[in-house]
């Protein structure tokens, strides 16, 4: 696989200490809010999300819920009881709990009205949520009721009062055993992403984060960007261990390069413009950022499109497309990894075992 979602340390992960070399996935970008930042850890919190309509006749289902949940030392939270209005009140009290949540429970009881029954939109939409972010679900629904005909295929467990004790029992033990399956195989992912992450950051490239001014540039694809601080330049560094890989790692790199270069003649239309100016009524500030942005294009001349290739995958073809696609600029460099190590301009990483 690519790079995994960007990973961010955790002195403490809800109910309990978490160990300090424990890893949580970033939900970087709200999925509503286009230009909004999200910054929630997917499982942050032991919790479960229960989303539910409001109605009294649950008060006893949600009252065992709570105790059930509890005894194992998950934490439930009640939709209906975080509602608020406004959409930062939503992320914070819907969304984001629903990405911070271990598993989520789902009651799809419908209303009754004059012989009708009527879906709560609030928890299909809920519901819907959970599924986009890949949650553990337990879907619950009133054994008289019917399920709406796109989700009959989902394996809801239909209650009474009779048997709701039981079911909830048995839904709850496997979704914590469903959940710590996964932490645990996605915990490995990221310890090995995390020791060579290690290795580059010893060999001083360091990785950049969501401020960097070149975010942008690769944000929305497979590539990370690292900054080498005494050498003066900065590396796109793309980790592939699978030939399927390739071609969405080809098209990214067309767009980096475009969005490189505008970005690049974006910042030299700046400066023309700040030197132009009236030295004598420049402010320091203004002194400042000219001699910044100076900077920033001195070390703009030199950038490594880096891919770290997984042992055994052959890539020839592959670094021939690449170095295609980066012939007509100057200031692009191809390197990979040959036999487990790359050589980025003087420095050279060995990767050999930090890959699984």
């Not at 890893?23 to 230009?35: A, G, H, T, Y």
């Not at 809920?126 to 986009?132: A, D, K, Q, R, V």
């Not at 100016?277 to 320091?284: F, H, K, L």
Request: hydrophobic share 35%.
């Amino acid at each position: 696989m690519s790079w995994q979602n960007d990973y961010r340390m955790l002195e403490t992960r809800g109910i309990g200490p978490v160990s300090s070399h424990e890893f949580l996935p970033l939900n970087e970008q709200c999925f509503i809010r286009k230009d909004h930042k999200c910054g929630k850890l997917f499982g942050a919190s032991k919790s479960c999300f229960i989303a539910c309509p409001t109605d009294d006749d649950l008060e006893p289902i949600l009252g065992l819920m709570i105790e059930k949940l509890t005894k194992v030392g998950i934490e439930p939270i009640i939709a209906v009881k975080e509602r608020a209005y406004g959409q930062d009140i939503f992320c914070t009290k819907i969304c984001g709990k629903i990405i911070e949540s271990r598993f989520c429970i789902v009651i799809l009881n419908d209303r009754e009205d004059k012989e009708r029954n009527i879906p709560n939109p609030n928890v299909y939409y809920e519901y819907g949520l959970m599924t986009s972010l890949a949650k553990h679900i337990v879907p619950l629904q009133k054994e008289n009721l019917k399920l709406a005909f796109n989700i009959q295929s989902y394996d809801t467990i239909k209650y009474s009062s009779k048997n709701i004790g039981t079911e909830l029992d048995r839904a709850i033990k496997d979704a914590i055993r469903i959940t710590d399956a996964k932490e645990q195989e996605d915990r490995e992912q990221s310890l090995s992403e995390k020791t060579l992450l290690r290795r580059l950051e010893l060999s001083g490239l360091t990785l950049q984060n969501n401020t960097w001014f070149l975010h942008p540039v690769i944000s929305d694809t497979n590539f990370r960007g690292f900054k080498e601080i005494n050498r003066h330049f900065y590396v796109y560094l793309g980790k592939i261990e699978d030939p399927s890989e390739f071609e969405e790692y080809l098209e990214d790199l067309g767009v980096i390069l475009h969005r490189t270069e505008r970005k690049i003649k974006d910042l030299e239309t700046s400066l023309s413009n700040m030197s132009t100016g009236s030295i004598g009524v420049r402010t320091t500030r203004k002194e400042k950022s000219f001699t910044e942005s100076q900077s920033e294009l001195f070390r703009l001349n030199h950038i490594y499109i880096g891919f770290v290739i997984q042992l055994g995958v052959e890539a020839e073809d592959f670094i021939a497309s690449a170095k295609t696609l980066i012939i007509q600029y100057s200031r692009y460099e191809l390197c990979q990894t040959i036999d487990g190590v790359i050589s980025i301009g003087d420095v050279e990483v060995s990767l050999v075992g930090s890959m699984q």
